[in-house]
């Protein structure tokens, strides 16, 4: 994990998950592994979708209708190996198929485990001084190549149990692990082919054993998904840092995550150690990234990636990777997930005894789904495969929060309750259109209302006290609703009052997508190159690819133009993400305005609309070299976070 985010932390109004944006490096010189041999009907296949004069889309379709589609076509390019014409972005993973297990499931298990482990914490140097660290022990106690080597000689994680693991994964309510298959200090922890630096070759571990094979045996058998940590920066191979050898170290790399995901079919990849750094030196760039996940999705189309695959960008994998915090609110543009610590480490320290108490890490969980993210916590096994009892003590307690009462319900499922502020007693979630779960941490005192504040006009048609008989009385109060319970709490780490609410109905549209026209110039000079119908603005043609076959991968510019219906009666947030300009006008006004090139970001703007009433539209985007982004989102207080979908735009 990132060293400068190890700390203990709570919930912070800092972003640094999907929204931190990182400039553009160049790239290091010479080619990734390459794809597989173009297919001949590559570039057609990817038009499915369009229609008009001629060029392809790959844009996704409405919803979670056409995701599977969507999900070929991506496949076909990345085993085409990209160009002109290839839409990277496979579908809106707010609403896909792919993505739906992950959003669903909102809390996993992280799991640290490697060669450092062995150390538990503590490197004795030569002049008998100790020096204290974790999986970050390499690097920060100067430890040389060749002791490192030889007490990682000696590793032995014997006790390692796969079904202790799982369970424990169970009994905490957490619904997927991801475990450290190799770490910055470059040691695989499976039996890899690629080198003789792994657990099987270079250990005093049963060379029978595979424990990856074993967990994902015993993961399966518990319904439980599977992912496998990836450190991109390698602190032990000596071709990573220069960049003339580079090449070599990188292709070492996509042989070993093309057995990963051959020999375990992990659910999820997901990668670290992206940044610049020295110690070694680590060059990885942008481009490297957009190569990486082609190549990993080429593998398995389905496959769940993290922003860390790139530069931690908006535009970067699947999901974002906010670490050791809670963002104040939804984050925009991307879906996230929060990974977090039991202790102050991530992999083993014996001395470390500072564990958070359960109470804090079940209102973590609740904290973080309420505002539709996910939450990934960290255990770290010792030197024999063990997992603390400190750390099942507490997974335990958070599991027996979830099970009682069904208060599992604000976690699994739910999300962002969009209705509602977030009130100061606690933690609001949604489940569908039709129930809010109000987590009180905080119960009021000598019968005080719970206050809260609505963002958008409902009702609430009855509730009731999870796990209690008392009566809550509602009323409507100055900006919202007051909730008074007539009893005391059921649970002192969050009392669960289930709301029923009667919302606005969406309106559902008709339409097929909006008019695209495409210029092979960024200035939208002359007459447009292409003209087509696009289901959607959602578009990532990284370096390589374009809007169509015609047009090149550099100095391009689209508009989007036809008009929009929105379900609701709402204040809408418009959302691109857009790499180099962006510009969004609804019914003339300029909602948008993002016309100074720039390298992947997010804006956002708002406007009042009315559902079912179709309002013009207008979208530009100008390509200007390097790599090209431009996807259109909208959200509201009845509205989740989604690319506009199909069925809610209609081409001129």
Not at 173 to 200: C, E, F
Not at 244 to 259: C, I
């Amino acid at each position: 994990m990132h060293r400068a985010a190890r700390n203990r932390a709570r919930t912070l109004g800092v972003l640094l998950g999907a929204g931190m944006l990182a400039a553009t490096l160049p790239s290091v010189s010479g080619a990734a592994e390459p794809a597989a041999p173009r297919a001949g009907d590559a570039s057609e296949a990817l038009n499915a979708g369009s229609t008009g004069s001629t060029g392809s889309t790959g844009s996704t379709g409405d919803g979670n209708a056409g995701n599977a589609g969507n999900a070929d076509r991506a496949k076909v390019a990345e085993r085409a190996g990209g160009g002109p014409g290839t839409n990277y972005a496979v579908d809106d993973a707010f609403t896909s198929d792919r993505t739906k297990w992950w959003r669903q499931d909102r809390f996993g298990m992280f799991i640290h485990f490697g060669a450092y482990s062995n150390l538990e914490g503590e490197y004795t140097r030569p002049d008998g001084t100790v020096c204290r660290d974790a999986e970050w022990i390499m690097r920060e106690c100067d430890v040389p190549k060749d002791a490192y080597e030889k007490q990682a000689a000696g590793f032995n994680p014997a006790d390692f149990d796969a079904k202790a693991v799982v369970k424990a994964a169970k009994d905490a309510g957490q619904r997927y692990i991801v475990i450290t298959s190799k770490h910055h200090d470059g040691y695989a922890m499976w039996p890899t082919k690629v080198n003789k630096w792994n657990l099987r070759d270079h250990s005093s571990f049963d060379k029978r054993r595979d424990i990856m094979r074993e967990l994902k045996k015993e993961a399966d058998k518990a319904g439980i998904k599977l992912g496998f940590y990836y450190s991109i920066w390698d602190w032990h191979d000596p071709d990573f840092s220069d960049p003339a050898t580079f090449p070599k170290y990188k292709k070492r790399m996509y042989a070993q995550l093309k057995e990963l995901v051959d020999n375990y079919d992990p659910a999820m990849l997901w990668f670290d150690g992206e940044w610049d750094a020295d110690n070694p030196v680590n060059r990885w760039s942008p481009k490297d990234g957009a190569e990486l996940e082609t190549y990993v999705k080429g593998l398995k189309p389905g496959l769940l990636v993290n922003n860390r695959v790139g530069k931690r960008r908006v535009t970067d994998g699947d999901f974002g990777t906010p670490e050791q915090e809670i963002p104040e609110a939804p984050v925009d543009g991307q879906p996230w997930e929060s990974c977090m610590t039991l202790n102050g480490h991530w992999g083993y320290a014996r001395y470390d005894h500072d564990w958070k108490p359960a109470a804090e890490l079940t209102r973590n969980l609740l904290a973080t789904a309420s505002k539709g993210g996910n939450y990934l916590l960290n255990v770290g096994p010792d030197s024999k495969g063990r997992v603390p009892q400190e750390s099942v003590t507490r997974l335990r307690a958070m599991g027996d929060w979830l099970r009682a009462h069904h208060q599992s319900r604000t976690v699994y499922g739910a999300g962002y309750s969009g209705l509602v502020e977030d009130p100061e007693w606690g933690e609001v979630s949604r489940e569908g259109s039709k129930k809010l779960h109000a987590a009180v941490t905080r119960w009021p005192k000598d019968g005080a209302p719970l206050h809260l504040k609505s963002r958008t006009p409902f009702e609430i048609t009855g509730a009731r006290v999870l796990g209690s008989d008392q009566k809550v009385t509602v009323k409507k109060s100055g900006d919202g609703f007051d909730i008074t319970p007539s009893g005391g709490p059921v649970n002192d780490t969050a009392t669960v009052i289930e709301l029923a609410v009667k919302s606005a109905t969406g309106k559902r549209g008709s339409g097929q997508g909006l008019t695209a026209q495409i210029w092979d110039n960024d200035s939208f000079e002359g007459e447009p190159k292409v003209t087509r119908t696009d289901p959607a603005v959602n578009n990532s043609w990284r370096f390589d690819g374009s809007p169509a076959r015609s047009i090149g991968a550099d100095h391009f510019s689209t508009r989007w133009t036809g008009s929009l219906q929105p379900r609701y009666s709402d204040t809408y947030t418009f959302t691109t993400v857009s790499d180099d300009t962006a510009k969004v006008w609804i019914d003339g006004k300029l909602v948008i305005d993002s016309g100074v090139p720039h390298d992947p970001r997010v804006d956002k703007g708002g406007i009042r609309l009315k559902g079912g009433q179709k309002y013009d539209i207008k979208v530009e985007h100008r390509e200007q070299g390097g790599e090209a982004h431009m996807k259109l989102l909208w959200s509201s207080p009845n509205q989740q976070q989604e690319i506009v979908p199909r069925s809610q735009l209609y081409a001129d």
